[in-house]
T-cell receptor, first 112, second 116 residues
Framework: QKEVEQDPGPLSVPEGAIVSLNCTYSNSAFQYFMWYRQYSRKGPELLMY????GNKEDGRFTAQVDKSSKYISLFIRDSQPSDSATYLCAMSGGSGTYKYIFGTGTRLKVLA | GAVVSQHPSRVICKSGTSVKIECRSL??????MFWYRQFPKQSLMLMAT?????????EQGVEKDKFLINHASLTLSTLTVTSAHPEDSSFYICSAFGPGNTDTQYFGPGTRLTVL
């Protein structure tokens, strides 16, 4: 079993839809949870960063962490064609255990 | 957010040659940088952790003599792929912790290496 599981997709949605992206993990030591967006042939761009459990909102993006279920989510409201990219979740144990463990990434296509 | 740059963005070389890739933190100092490799449609694989002024820490299975890392200043880390072969063709990405924290990594734009 991988430490971090993420559905590779592709996930196709119509413009304006709410998108839900998810990752599950097995290591209860993870404390920091990140979502990155990666366009084709580009480096990952940090979207959201959450410490421990809870919700965090930034514009159209909402990140949720449920440590009891070892499950994290990223919601994108009012999705746009420009949101079409691969979304990677990443996790770490935090200071002192700084290595990131990445999910495989979910390819999202938002259709105009 | 913090800006990390890489140079070159793309390189094509002949088999047997060595290629150097630079990673720079543009507006902050980075004592720790990371080098990743990414194959098409796959996630990022950590190759090594680069620490300013000391030897890099390589992940299991990564040949340190093949992938030479130098972190000579607080804003520059270099990865040299020595005696490159076609199987080294990949997308190489560096990252650094943001200023003042060791929790959030900021990534460079990546370097696509093609070895003929």
């Amino acid at each position: 079993q991988k430490e971090v599981e993420q559905d590779p997709g592709p996930l196709s949605v119509p413009e304006g839809a709410i998108v839900s992206l998810n990752c599950t993990y097995s290591n209860s030591a993870f404390q920091y949870f990140m979502w990155y967006r990666q366009y084709s042939r580009k480096g990952p761009e940090l979207l959201m960063y959450t410490y421990s459990s809870g919700n965090k909102e930034d514009g159209r993006f909402t990140a949720q962490v449920d440590k009891s279920s070892k499950y994290i989510s990223l919601f994108i409201r009012d999705s746009q064609p420009s949101d079409s990219a691969t979304y990677l979740c990443a996790m770490s144990g935090g200071s002192g255990t700084y290595k990131y463990i990445f999910g495989t990434g979910t390819r999202l296509k938002v259709l105009a | 957010g913090a800006v990390v740059s890489q140079h070159p963005s793309r390189v094509i070389c002949k088999s047997g040659t060595s290629v150097k890739i630079e990673c720079r933190s543009l507006d902050f100092q980075a004592t720790t940088m990371f080098w990743y490799r990414q194959f098409p449609k796959q996630s990022l694989m950590l190759m090594a952790t680069s620490n300013e002024g000391s030897k890099a820490t390589y992940e299991q299975g990564v040949e340190k003599d093949k992938f030479l890392i130098n972190h000579a200043s607080l804003t520059l880390s270099t990865l040299t792929v020595t005696s490159a072969h076609p199987e080294d063709s990949s997308f190489y990405i560096c990252s650094a912790f943001g200023p003042g924290n060791t929790d959030t990594q900021y990534f460079g734009p990546g370097t696509r290496l093609t070895v003929l």
